[in-house]
């Protein structure tokens, strides 16, 4: 029978680091042989190349989800809940927020109380106390949707009391119980534009003072305009607080028209949202 020592020259002869059987004629014999392994890490060079794969794999990802939440804002209802982030979706007030506007489907027609189309009415107010009573009245009447209606109100040069009362006038409709009366968004602005005609019929209306005062009411009217015009509006309505007469059916009348522009009377005015000029009539 072999001896230990034959048997392990026998195997480092062959020169195999596991285990083998031995066989001759009616035995067996098993020796575990081991052989030391080692170990060989990667190279630095190997793990700084990977490691710059990841990283620039990461940041190119994290670009591309930027730009897509900038540029496709519905992208946001999709990512931002799959990420926990819903919270993100609301708009604080105190952050400025960026705002998309569909506007594809969003313009004047010539029946647009049957199409929810929203409509700005602006109105300048100097010295109009006296007024006042008389304009809600007729505002009141009003047969397009109220809810469809925002109010921009310009109070500027007055020395009465007319933006108390109109205060309370507001208060008054949007606290009306009919719920048909409250308008939409309404806004009331006070901004001087040194405006020093008098407001009695020969002033007003006397050739020497038309220049100056045509002008001055050109550029509080513009003013008015471009601070309370919306993407959502389709169409704008002038109206003096003075107007006696108006039919209740006076939107509806005008849009049944269709045109860009059209004015009744010299009172007021009537524009579609696509003419680019301002227009400034009384």
Same mark, same amino acid.
């Given at each position: !029978?072999?001896?230990?020592? +034959? ?15 031995? $066989? ?8 575990p042989?081991?052989?030391? *392994? ?11 190349w ?6 620039? !794999? ?11 939440? $900038? ?11 799959? $990420? ?17 506007? &569909?506007?594809? =489907? ?6 647009g109380?049957e ?5 700005? !009415? ?5 010295? +109009?106390?006296?007024?006042?009573? !008389? ?18 109100? $310009? ?12 205060k ?7 606290? &009306?119980? &009919? ?13 001087d ?10 002033n007003?209306?006397?050739?020497a ?12 009217? =513009?003013? *008015?305009?471009s ?46 949202? =696509? ?8």
């Amino acid at each position: !029978m072999p001896t230990d020592r +034959a048997i392990h020259s026998l195997f480092h002869h062959i020169g195999t680091a596991t285990p083998h059987w031995f $066989l001759r004629s009616n035995f067996a014999y098993l020796s575990p042989l081991k052989k030391k *392994l080692r170990f060989q890490p990667r190279t630095q060079p190997a793990l700084r190349w990977r490691r710059k794969i990841l990283f620039r !794999m990461c940041s190119i990802s994290t670009i591309a989800a930027v730009i897509l939440l $900038l540029i496709f804002p519905s992208f946001r209802q999709v990512l931002l809940p799959s $990420l926990g982030l819903s919270a993100l979706l609301r708009d604080d007030p105190l952050i400025s927020t960026v705002k998309h506007y &569909d506007l594809s =489907n969003v313009q004047g027609t010539a029946r647009g109380w049957e199409k929810e189309e929203r409509l700005l !009415m602006c109105v300048p107010l100097r010295d +109009a106390e006296v007024h006042l009573p !008389m304009f809600f009245s007729h505002l009141r009447n009003f047969t397009y949707p109220h809810r469809l209606i925002d109010l921009a109100f $310009l109070v500027s040069d007055s020395k009465d009391h007319t933006l108390t009362l109109l205060k309370k006038q507001l208060e008054k409709v949007q606290a &009306d119980p &009919d719920p048909l009366q409250p308008f939409g968004e309404i806004s009331v602005i006070e901004k001087d534009f040194g405006q020093k005609v008098q407001q009695d019929v020969e002033n007003r209306h006397g050739f020497a003072a038309q220049a100056g005062r045509r002008k001055t009411m050109a550029q509080a009217r =513009n003013w *008015l305009l471009s601070a309370t015009l919306r993407p959502y509006h389709s169409w704008v309505y002038w109206r003096d607080a003075d107007v006696e007469t108006a039919p209740p059916t006076i939107l509806e009348d005008l849009m049944r028209h269709n045109k860009d522009v059209i004015v009744p009377s010299k009172s007021s005015c009537w524009s579609w949202l =696509n003419v680019t000029v301002r227009v400034a009539i009384k």
